[in-house]
């Protein structure tokens, strides 16, 4: 158990659909980090969020949007869902000093 | 756009052999690190090197940084099959806040 919980952990929707993924940090961690990864491909940076607020936006698609709450838990929401948005999404959380990451065990999103 | 890119893509060696695995980066950095990801499942933390480091060892893991050529390798001595997962090289960096970006892995198989 890497500490950074990610909620659920298998997702299957359909088109059109909109779902919210979910992460609670590390305790201690400030930074949270959402990434997608599609089949046999490397991590697409999305957003980051330190202390609830957004500090960086990757390539993140205007239907995403996320945030991080006050108790630094945060929610990656995707809405008119596509076929190509199937894929696993990680959830990371750093602390404030060293660019350490640690990841969740992902969310696998199927949509159909 | 990704900033790191390892090389090679995929790597197949026999168990007890050295495996080498190198990124390029394209932008000035704090520090680089490398990630280890087994088949689907989260990533894991394996080492940092920071940018005014040249070399550095943990366990059968040697990782060196060469920021004027803005490259790093990481080598895998004595090779075992449980070392079979995709490794990432990250990039970190401050710009006002802590970003970590991700190259797109290479894929070890180390065969028993």
């Known amino acids: 158990d890497s500490g950074v919980t990610q909620t659920p952990k298998h997702l299957i929707t359909a088109t059109g659909q909109r779902v919210t993924l979910r992460c609670s940090p590390r305790?201690?961690?400030?930074?949270v980090y959402w990434y997608q990864q599609s089949l046999d491909q490397g991590l697409q940076f999305l957003i980051q969020?330190?202390?609830?607020?957004?500090?960086a936006k990757g390539n993140i698609l205007e239907r995403f949007s996320a945030q991080q709450f006050p108790d630094l838990h945060s929610e990656l929401n995707l809405s008119s869902l596509e076929l190509g948005d199937s894929a696993l999404y990680f959830c990371a959380s750093g602390g404030a000093g060293a660019n350490v990451l640690t990841f969740g065990a992902g969310s696998r999103l199927t949509v159909l | 756009s990704q900033q790191g890119e390892e090389d090679p893509q995929a790597l197949s060696i026999q168990e007890g052999e050295n495996a080498t695995m190198n990124c390029s980066y394209k932008?000035?950095?704090?520090?680089l690190q490398w990630y280890r990801q087994n088949s689907g499942r989260g990533l894991v933390h394996l080492i940092l090197?920071?940018?005014?480091?040249r070399e550095k060892h943990s366990g059968r893991l040697r990782v060196t940084l060469d920021t004027s050529k803005k490259s790093s390798s990481l080598l895998i001595t004595a090779s075992r099959a449980a070392d079979t997962a995709s490794y990432f090289c990250a990039t970190g960096y401050s710009g006002g806040y802590q970003k970590v970006t991700f190259g797109i892995g290479t894929k070890l198989q180390v065969i028993p």
């Open positions: 932008t000035s950095i704090n520090n």
């Open positions: 305790s201690g961690d400030l930074s």
């Open positions: 090197i920071r940018s005014n480091e």
């Open positions: 969020y330190y202390n609830g607020e957004e500090r």
